[in-house]
């Protein structure tokens, strides 16, 4: 498999992926966020991670980010937005419009609490979530989230550290060792409209 300069390859998973640094690019943090992120712990707190992370955020915010990602994600075909950070601002959110746009055979998929942001924010991922058929966009819920705080166009929920559900399906790579993203697909499939994860 070709490197890619700014995709991470995540071998648990089987996917490549887009990171940020956790928390400061998270502007719908919940107080659940703050304390029991993944992201913000172990292999995340690691000096090269977090450099990585930082290079990322930056790199975000110049003319060459949206020509780059497109080309990487092109190759990738699967590519997961955010193993950590979120979408942080308006200008960030529309290069990735752009670059989803430009990558009508890659499917994405991101798990996030930007829901819980801005109304402009909230406004595009609402948009994205109408425009792109090759993004699956999740809504993060966590114990100090309320269904009712969801919008109302919300579609595809991920929960964490929640009761488990009747017919909710639940992570297989959690509930099943060796199985990974590229073999369940579950979270990008048209028809998964629930989640279940347990903290990890
Ligand atoms: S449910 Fe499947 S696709 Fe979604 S995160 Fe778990 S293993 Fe990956």
């Given at each position: 498999m070709r490197p890619h300069r700014w995709l991470t390859w995540?071998?648990?998973?089987r996917v490549w992926s887009w990171n940020l640094p956790a928390g400061e690019t998270c502007p719908g943090q919940t107080s659940w966020c703050r304390t029991r992120c993944y992201a913000r712990h172990n292999y995340f707190t690691l000096g090269l991670v977090r450099k990585a992370h930082q290079e990322r955020l930056s790199f975000s915010k110049t003319r060459s980010f949206i020509p780059t990602l497109v080309s990487e994600c092109q190759e990738a075909k699967l590519v997961r937005i955010h193993s950590s950070g979120d979408f942080y601002s308006h200008n960030y959110m529309a290069a990735w419009d752009e670059i989803i746009h430009q990558c009508p055979d890659t499917t994405f998929f991101c798990y996030t609490r930007?829901?819980?942001?801005a109304e402009e924010l909230v406004d595009i991922l609402e948009y994205f979530n109408k425009t792109h058929s090759n993004l699956f966009l999740w809504l993060s819920m966590d114990p100090a989230t309320q269904h009712e705080q969801l919008p109302s166009w919300a579609n595809r929920i991920a929960y964490i550290e929640m009761p488990l559900w009747t017919g909710y399906a639940n992570c297989l790579k959690q509930t099943q060792p060796g199985e990974s993203c590229r073999t369940c697909g579950k979270c990008f499939n048209k028809f998964s409209k629930k989640i279940v994860f347990r903290q990890h």
């Amino acid at each position: 498999m070709r490197p890619h300069r700014w995709l991470t390859w995540n071998k648990t998973l089987r996917v490549w992926s887009w990171n940020l640094p956790a928390g400061e690019t998270c502007p719908g943090q919940t107080s659940w966020c703050r304390t029991r992120c993944y992201a913000r712990h172990n292999y995340f707190t690691l000096g090269l991670v977090r450099k990585a992370h930082q290079e990322r955020l930056s790199f975000s915010k110049t003319r060459s980010f949206i020509p780059t990602l497109v080309s990487e994600c092109q190759e990738a075909k699967l590519v997961r937005i955010h193993s950590s950070g979120d979408f942080y601002s308006h200008n960030y959110m529309a290069a990735w419009d752009e670059i989803i746009h430009q990558c009508p055979d890659t499917t994405f998929f991101c798990y996030t609490r930007t829901w819980r942001a801005a109304e402009e924010l909230v406004d595009i991922l609402e948009y994205f979530n109408k425009t792109h058929s090759n993004l699956f966009l999740w809504l993060s819920m966590d114990p100090a989230t309320q269904h009712e705080q969801l919008p109302s166009w919300a579609n595809r929920i991920a929960y964490i550290e929640m009761p488990l559900w009747t017919g909710y399906a639940n992570c297989l790579k959690q509930t099943q060792p060796g199985e990974s993203c590229r073999t369940c697909g579950k979270c990008f499939n048209k028809f998964s409209k629930k989640i279940v994860f347990r903290q990890h």
